[in-house]
């Protein structure tokens, strides 16, 4: 079944403590995301790689990093998360060139941090 | 001024009623335009895209942009209680894909 992956889907932390969420897809896509869903605000893109070692910043990218190691794993991470970044994160991969708009979603990770 | 604007609702219309979702850009270099559909708790599901100026049909959506008023809008026929949801409109360019704060629509019985 072609799909997204993401881990964990609900996490509760605190500050300063360094998380992984991690996203793989198993679609062979080129183009993958993060965003954040936060009320009011909508999603926001955080990250985004169109290829494997190419990475790139989004709308919100500060206090994040990704790495795009593998065509088909691209994990956010927050090395001091703060409560300010307590939010809904998706992960999305599409096609790539021509096909960026076919975004197919993963299921969301809640994250909470004290 | 925010990049995609949309109102937020919640929409309400009668089952069987055309619902219009409206959404302005500020880019005028976007690309493409997108409309995404989500369920209360779940991930956003793309339901439409278009590129060029007019009206692309698909089933009971039509998707529609003006790119001189920088508009789109997002019809849908025959609405049904299983259309209830937020619906997200984004635009792309280049790379970058912004999502607008997406509209409620509520479809009464």
């Known amino acids: 079944e072609a799909q997204v992956t993401q881990n964990p889907r609900y996490l509760i932390t605190v500050t300063g403590k360094k998380l992984t969420v991690t996203c793989s897809q198993n679609m062979n896509h080129e183009y993958m995301s993060w965003y954040r869903q936060d009320p009011g605000l909508g999603l926001r893109q955080i990250y985004y790689s169109m290829n494997v070692e190419v990475t790139d910043k989004g709308d919100v990218p500060e206090g994040y990093k990704v790495s795009r190691k593998e065509k088909r794993n691209f994990p956010l991470i927050l090395e001091s998360p703060s409560p300010n970044q307590t939010s809904l994160y998706f992960c999305?991969?599409?096609?790539?060139?021509?096909?960026?708009?076919?975004?197919?979603f993963g299921p969301g990770t809640r994250l909470t941090v004290l | 001024q925010k990049e995609v604007e949309q109102n937020s609702g919640p929409l309400s219309v009668p089952e069987g009623a055309i619902a219009s979702l409206n959404c302005t850009y500020s880019d005028r270099g976007s690309q493409s335009f997108f409309w995404y559909r989500q369920y209360s708790g779940k991930s956003p599901e793309l339901i439409m895209f278009i590129y060029s100026n007019g009206d692309k049909e698909d089933g009971r959506f039509t998707a529609q942009l003006n790119k001189a008023s920088q508009y789109v809008s997002l019809l849908i026929r025959d609405s049904q209680p299983s259309d209830s949801a937020t619906y997200l409109c984004a635009v792309r360019r280049y790379q970058k894909v912004t999502f607008g704060t997406g509209t409620k629509l509520q479809v009464i019985p």
């Open positions: 999305a991969s599409s096609p790539g060139q021509g096909k960026i708009h076919e975004q197919f």
